[in-house]
Nanobody
């Protein structure tokens, strides 16, 4: 199983980035997806989660209205569109996958089975 995250980089405050995570080795449609982040000196936190069918989402309060999680099952990819970026969004971002039944939406990092390697997002002020 491989999860390959990409799309991170350096952006100014107010800018946008789109993270992408490519999956291989799993039946993608059986998995709920999540994006997490770890900022310097802070704990790993859930940024956004998406059910296997794409019909349910959950976002951290700090990113609601600015970030959007989506998926393309035929391409085995999950995305995180990040708009209106702030310096406090600076972190390493990780994609993760959780094998679930129906529309379960996992929000606890302990529930996730597979993790990508992380991609750095830096927002300059």
């Amino acid at each position: 199983v491989q999860l390959q995250a990409s799309g991170g980089g350096l952006v100014q405050t107010g800018g946008s980035l789109r993270l992408s995570c490519a999956f291989s080795g799993i039946t993608f449609s059986y998995y709920a997806m999540g994006w997490f982040r770890r900022a310097p000196g802070k704990e790993l936190e859930l940024v956004a989660a998406l059910s296997r069918g794409g019909g349910r989402t959950s976002y951290a309060d700090s990113v609601k209205g600015r970030f959007t999680i989506s998926r393309e099952n035929d391409k085995k990819r999950v995305y995180l569109q990040m708009n209106s970026l702030k310096p406090e969004d600076t972190a390493v971002y990780y994609c993760a996958a959780d094998r679930v039944i129906s529309s379960v939406l996992p929000i606890d990092k302990a529930e996730y089975d597979y993790w990508g390697q992380g991609t750095q997002v830096t927002v300059s002020s």
